[in-house]
């Protein structure tokens, strides 16, 4: 297994476009979580699944974003009627039970002109 | 609410020792991690620790003391490879991650 992979690596939309980011975890791992980052910050969590089951939103996540993780394995993060302030890394991450360990994947960062 | 304190930037010579402070403020606290990011990279994992003390792998160092809201990360024989962000972050009961906003380590020769 080569690790935490996503695509695209790099999007440029325009404002107002939907935009949807993928997330392949490594195999074994049971729980995934998406986290978006800014330049100059840490990491901020959105979102966090335990196989299929979405558990915890942020507050940050408005109703414009939602996520999926059909059967347990790779998951999509949408976001509607992009605004730049979108603009960001989006980082998905994949752990065992636990948590303590979590595994990055590159990103998917996201320009909105 | 939850926070963490870090210095944003460390600047050392190629072999020194440099120490990240990090102190927390945060309820159900479970354990502080520590990641490691270079310039337009990906966060990797570099320590965990739920107990107090210290927890040493190879050159680097994490040490907690719950009882102070207080952690550091200590890297030692600095190489130029280490020049990066470090980054605690408050890990909560399944795993969630609260990081903060990194300190910026610069390895000069």
């Known amino acids: 297994d080569t690790g935490v992979s996503q695509d695209p690596r790099h999007k440029i939309t325009k404002r107002g476009q939907n935009v949807t980011f993928r997330c392949d975890p490594i195999?074994?791992?049971?729980?995934l979580y998406w986290y978006r980052q800014t330049l100059g910050q840490g990491p901020e969590f959105l979102t966090y699944?335990?196989?299929?089951?979405?558990?915890?939103k942020s507050r940050l996540l408005s109703d414009r974003f939602s996520a999926e993780r059909p059967k347990g394995s790779f998951s999509t993060l949408e976001i509607q009627r992009t605004e730049q302030g979108d603009s960001a890394m989006y980082l998905c991450?994949?752990?065992?039970?636990?948590?303590?360990?979590?595994?990055f994947g590159p990103g998917t960062r996201l320009l909105v002109l | 609410g939850q926070s963490l304190e870090q210095p944003s930037e460390v600047t050392a010579v190629e072999g020194a020792i440099v120490q990240i402070n990090c102190t927390y403020q945060?309820?159900?606290?479970?354990?502080l991690s520590w990641y490691q990011q270079h310039d337009g990279g990906a966060p990797t994992f570099l320590s965990y620790?739920?107990?107090?003390g210290l927890e040493e792998t190879g050159r680097f160092s994490s040490f907690l003391s719950r009882s102070d809201s207080y952690g550091y990360l200590l890297l030692q024989e600095l190489q130029m490879k280490d020049s990066a962000s470090y980054f605690c972050?408050?890990?909560?009961?399944?795993?969630?991650?609260?990081f903060g906003a990194g300190t910026q380590v610069v390895v000069t020769p």
């Open positions: 972050a408050w890990a909560g009961s399944w795993g969630k991650l609260q």
């Open positions: 991450a994949s752990s065992l039970t636990g948590g303590e360990t979590q595994y």
């Open positions: 620790n739920a107990l107090d």
């Open positions: 945060t309820s159900g606290f479970y354990g």
């Open positions: 195999s074994e791992h049971n729980r």
């Open positions: 699944f335990q196989n299929e089951a979405q558990l915890e």
